[in-house]
């Protein structure tokens, strides 16, 4: 099996050319072109020897995916990209233009999730593996060559998966990213999103990488976060926000709450109450997110049950925080007709094959 390039970070790509008999100076070459210029083949590195070009013709591979769909919103302009693996496993990527040549890409960093979060229709898929920092980093390369690699400006990683759970490939790729070699997009454009695993936000904020970090809260009560986020009864919401705050004090940055709203269980004036009290500990947001239908996945039990809170009554509780001087943001459902909202990711194709 020839070995992958796509996700070394700059630092064992080169100890690879070290290996290889090649001087260290080759790596940085080698990562502009992958990263930087997103080339499709070694015969594009003009400026590397063709003798070199040639060994890592035959030793490496430059790509770990392969798009099998691309299907874009009628109600937006919203694409979701199908993408197989090496070992032909399915994941989802989706593409979120903002206007003013601005888009947002969520990629995933797992096949399938293991937190089966009861709104998601990813944890509705049960979990397969980790994806590799090169497949993680791919789902960007093979996107923004697509649409344009100046026009995605933003990146979450709020696709399929936990990242945190994924942590060592999670990190390379977002080292990559973050490169100072790296001319593409800045770390202050990027969020990661996680469910909430106290000992890895804190392991996050030691990496000294700065990026975002947004936090699945989806309920300020214990309760009924157990509820809706299993994870919860391991990792209570108390533990979580202590981690989150050191998040916070360590990397100078400003938490974001993503808060999907359902009728009746999390979008009452006791959950405004108590949101005010965590949005007092630390600089944070809060995102209230409309709930997106899984019933594509066929959900029993208490995610059958779950209903999208009215707007009226969404736009009633942000008035509600923001008079409480809450940051809020009332984000739009964006590619619903195409299972490409937030919620919905669950890598299957037109024929329903995962």
């Known amino acids: 099996m020839k070995h992958q390039l796509k996700g070394l970070p700059l630092s064992e790509l080169n100890d690879y050319f ?8 080759r790596a940085k070459q080698i990562f502009g072109w992958m990263y930087n210029q997103m080339v499709d083949s070694f015969d594009e590195m003009v400026n590397v020897p063709k003798s070199l070009r ?52 969520c990629i995933s960093t797992q ?21 590799t920092s ?12 697509d649409y344009g690699i100046e026009n995605v400006t933003n990146i979450v990683y709020m696709g399929m998966g936990e990242p945190l759970i994924n942590f060592d490939e999670t990190v390379k790729s977002l080292k990559i990213i973050t490169s100072e070699f790296n001319k593409s997009i ?28 947004a936090l699945s809260l989806h309920s300020p009560f214990e309760d009924v976060r157990s509820k809706i986020m299993p994870i919860n009864k391991r990792y209570s919401l108390n533990e979580v926000i202590e981690a989150i705050k050191y998040y916070a004090r360590t990397t100078k940055t400003r938490i974001t709450f993503e808060y999907t709203m359902f009728d009746g269980i999390n979008d009452r004036d006791e959950d405004v109450k108590e949101l005010v009290k965590i949005c007092s500990k ?43 001087d809450i940051t809020v943001l009332v984000r739009e459902t964006q590619g619903e007709d195409i299972a490409a909202a937030c919620g919905q990711l669950a890598a299957k194709d037109k024929n329903g094959e995962k």
Do not use: W
């Open 54 to 105: 040639s060994k890592l013709e035959e030793k490496c591979d430059l790509y770990s995916l392969k798009l099998k769909l691309k299907e874009t919103s009628k109600q937006s302009e919203t694409s979701k990209y199908l993408f197989s693996t090496r070992d032909n496993k399915s994941i989802e990527t989706v593409l979120i233009p903002a206007g003013e040549g601005r888009a947002t890409l």
């Open 18 to 25: 070290i290996s290889i008999g090649e001087p260290k100076f």
């Open 282 to 324: 630390l600089p944070a947001k809060i995102n209230l997110i409309p709930f997106n239908s899984i019933k594509h996945m066929n959900p029993t039990g208490f995610a059958a049950e779950l209903e999208p809170s009215p707007r009226i009554k969404i736009e009633n509780f942000a008035d509600k925080l923001r008079n409480r």
């Open 111 to 131: 096949v399938g999730c293991p937190l089966s979060c009861e709104f998601c229709a990813t944890g509705k898929l049960g979990f397969d593996r980790n994806l």
């Open 134 to 145: 090169g497949e993680i980093v791919d789902q960007y390369v093979m996107v923004a060559k």
């Open 186 to 213: 800045s770390r202050t454009r990027i969020t990661v999103s996680t469910s909430g695993l106290p000992h890895k936000i804190k392991e996050l904020a030691d990496t000294g990488l700065r990026v975002k970090l």
